[in-house]
């Protein structure tokens, strides 16, 4: 596609609730980032892949949080039991590859929103 | 740790020139992000700088000085599109957009 795909946009669920967000990047893209931003903050990185391995899911907060990219492609954000604290806006990045470089920007959806209620 | 300071909020007027400064502590340095970000939108990518000195494209330059940990961001002839977040963000990590971002700093452009 021509820019990074989030979906949903928005989700309300509730307490205790199991969710999905989807992340489709930049076709030819091979690293695949998920940062969470919470309201008034800057990014968090959760979790970065380079093809279908999860190179680094050293920010992920806790075991409720999962990530694949079964294919490459399309990545999903797995939170399981969801809590209020897990309120934030979801972003998916990506890029050609992982070096950074002006010539290799990174890409960032426009972010799913998800609050727990 | 790693820590990117960067001010809160700014108020500038149209047609003026504002510099929002950032300064950090990561455990290396491999690179100095900015992006822009309208509410409720992606952030946008507007510099990068990984030696001393400036980076001009445009209306927008970039300046960094890595022995003082301190980059700043300079928008001149301000518009009132302008108005929006603005991220410091480090790569500390070698090879990866692994990116520590500041808090953001929220320009408002007056006309």
């Known amino acids: 596609g021509a820019g990074v795909s989030q979906t949903p946009s928005n989700k309300v669920t509730e307490k205790g609730k199991y969710v999905e967000l989807r992340c489709d990047p930049i076709?030819?893209?091979?690293?695949l980032y998920w940062y969470r931003q919470s309201l008034g903050q800057g990014p968090e990185f959760l979790i970065y892949?380079?093809?279908?391995?999860?190179?680094?899911d050293s920010g992920l907060p806790n075991d409720r949080f999962f990530a694949v990219r079964p294919e490459g492609s399309v990545s999903t954000l797995k939170i399981q039991r969801t809590e209020r604290g897990d309120s934030a806006v979801y972003l998916c990045?990506?890029?050609?590859?992982?070096?950074?470089?002006?010539?290799?920007?990174?890409?960032f959806g426009e972010g799913s929103w998800l609050t727990v209620v | 740790g790693q820590n990117i300071d960067q001010p809160t909020e700014m108020t500038a007027t149209e047609g003026a020139i504002v510099q929002i400064n950032c300064t950090y502590q990561?455990?290396?340095?491999?690179?100095l992000f900015w992006y822009q970000q309208h509410a409720g939108e992606a952030p946008t990518f507007l510099s990068y700088?990984?030696?001393?000195g400036l980076e001009e494209k445009g209306r927008f330059s970039s300046f960094l000085s890595r022995s003082k940990g301190y980059s700043y961001l300079l928008l001149k002839e301000l518009q009132m599109k302008d108005s929006a977040s603005y991220l410091c963000?480090?790569?500390?990590?070698?090879?990866?957009?692994?990116?520590?971002f500041g808090t953001g700093t929220r320009l408002k452009v007056l006309a």
């Open positions: 990045a990506s890029s050609f590859f992982e070096l950074p470089s002006s010539g290799n920007t990174i890409y």
């Open positions: 076709s030819g893209h091979t690293a």
């Open positions: 892949f380079q093809g279908t391995g999860a190179a680094d």
């Open positions: 990561t455990s290396g340095f491999n690179g």
């Open positions: 700088n990984v030696l001393d």
């Open positions: 963000a480090v790569s500390p990590f070698s090879g990866t957009y692994k990116y520590i």
